[in-house]
């Protein structure tokens, strides 16, 4: 396991949050809590009964939280920024680590124009770019004003226009590339509406999680991340960010991805 870096660059203390309770989301939250720069760390989630294994409140240690958050239900990320203003601490890190790609037996990654169906492009973009959107306008308003903050969300390269060499996966492609322009409009307004904070699209590395299950076949065993890696790697990125970063798409290992 690699050594995990401090975190430093945010004040110590506030809450992190982590939206998804996935192979990446979940993570992540063993490595906030490992790392014990936040007393809180809130996960929202879909089914938090699955997630209820991450609550942890150990003395000396960050409390973790388990609290519902469905993407495609803006009254649950209300609710959940409300909790969150209720601990009177400071939001100083959000990721949304949700995402989809396929979803039983009707929704695939389409290989050809004749695959794409109206539904299946409604639900990847409710998903992957409205649902981290309407996230980041309930949960901007608790970040703070001035101290250092992080909005991130997991993209995906595939989602880089000008790295698209093969095509294909059009709900997938397109709802993150849509993501990433979102990303870039938020980081923007928060220039003016809160200097502190920094927003930005990350590439995680193809990881192994049930998201990229079907498709590990052809992926080199040193080019296949363990999703604790993964996690060490994006908040290690997270922590490098400056305010001139905002509105950027970083990959797991600090490089910068095209859009
Ligand atoms: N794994 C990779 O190789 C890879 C590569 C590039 C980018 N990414 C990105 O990394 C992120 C995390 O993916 P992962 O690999 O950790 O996949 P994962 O294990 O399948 O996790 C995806 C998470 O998204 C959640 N989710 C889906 N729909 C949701 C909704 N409506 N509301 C709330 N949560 C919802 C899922 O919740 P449930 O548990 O309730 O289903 C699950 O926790 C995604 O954005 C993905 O696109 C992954």
Redesign the pocket.
Known sequence: MEPIRSLASFPPGGVALV???????SALVRRLRDVGRFDRIVV????PD?ARPLASHEPGRAKVLVET????DAGSLQSLARTIGSMHRPLRLAI??????HQGADLRPERRLEDVTRENLEMMF???AI?PLLAARYLVPVLPRLERSVFA??????GSIGDNRLGGWYG?RGS?AALNQFLRCTALELRRRAPGAIVAAL??????????KPFQAGVPADRLFA?EYSATRLLEVIDGLSPQDSGGFFAWDGGSIPW
Not at 44 to 47: E, I, L, N
Not at 203 to 212: D, E, I, N, Y
């Open positions: 939206l998804g309770a996935g192979g990446i989301g929202g989630c879909r089914s699955k958050a469905d993407l495609l949304c680590a949700t995402g989809l790609l409710a998903v992957n649902g969300a997991i993209s995906a390269r595939v997938y993150k590439h995680p590395g193809t990881v192994a999680t049930p998201l990229s999703p």
